[in-house]
């Protein structure tokens, strides 16, 4: 079995200030991760993932995440946030014989000026 | 290379009815699976279809189908619709070339079906 959990549905930050969204994992088997983002009346759109191979796995638009497997958590971070990055943001986890992709809640991400 | 996509984009149904959306994935993929989205249960797995066989199955009830295609093209049907199948019905493809917990899933816009 495998669940996926974002620690806050809502983050507000200041542009031009750091993000950090918040994903926990549990998953019998090595996972593979993934953030996607989801703008308003959009489909999704893979940002990262990780699949066993480095640990700090750099995404498009400046967004990067590290595994931590001890912690089991897959956070997101970006150093600088733009307008153009509020959406919705959410942590995904893949593993072996699962029945598809496990996503978790979402983390909506507003971006103040 | 053109993305996923999806027709129709927006639906409206009534209770009872039945409705077929309709996916196309990457050229390429073999892959194609099938999300619902709502407000209150977020994403949730409905189907995954490989080489026109049905591979895996979420937990929803037997009035949601689907099938696939030689073409790898995808559809979802829902017989008897209910006033809580009204969601964001999105597709996804995948190449599957490699260990699938590993494939990467891209999506297309989605279908957003409201039933009155």
């Known amino acids: 079995a495998q669940s996926v959990t974002q620690l806050d549905s809502h983050v507000s930050v200041s542009e031009g200030t750091p993000v950090l969204l918040r994903c926990n994992y549990s998953s019998s088997y090595s996972p593979s991760l993934f953030w996607y983002v989801q703008h308003p009346n959009k489909g999704l759109q893979l940002l990262l993932k990780y699949t066993s191979a480095a640990t700090l796995v750099k995404g498009i638009n400046g967004f990067e995440a590290e595994f931590k497997k001890s912690e089991t958590s897959f956070h997101l971070t970006k150093p600088s946030a733009h307008m153009s990055d509020a959406a919705e943001y959410f942590c995904v986890v893949s593993a072996p014989g699962a029945d598809g992709l496990t996503f978790g809640k979402g983390t909506h991400l507003i971006i103040q000026p | 290379k053109a993305g996923v996509t999806q027709t129709p984009r927006y639906l409206i149904k009534t209770r009872g009815q039945q409705v077929t959306l309709s996916c196309s994935p990457i050229s390429g993929h073999r892959s194609v699976s099938w999300y619902q989205q709502t407000p209150g249960q977020g994403l949730q797995f409905l189907f995954e279809y490989f080489s026109e066989t049905q591979r895996n199955k979420g937990n929803f009830p037997g009035r949601f189908s689907g099938r696939q295609f030689s073409n790898s093209r995808s559809e979802m049907n829902v017989s008897t619709l209910e006033l809580g199948d009204s969601a964001l019905y999105l597709c996804?493809?995948?190449?599957?070339?490699?260990?699938?917990?590993?494939?990467?899933?891209?999506f297309g816009p989605g279908t957003r079906l409201l039933v009155l």
């Open positions: 996804a493809s995948s190449l599957q070339t490699s260990g699938r917990a590993q494939e990467t899933q891209y």
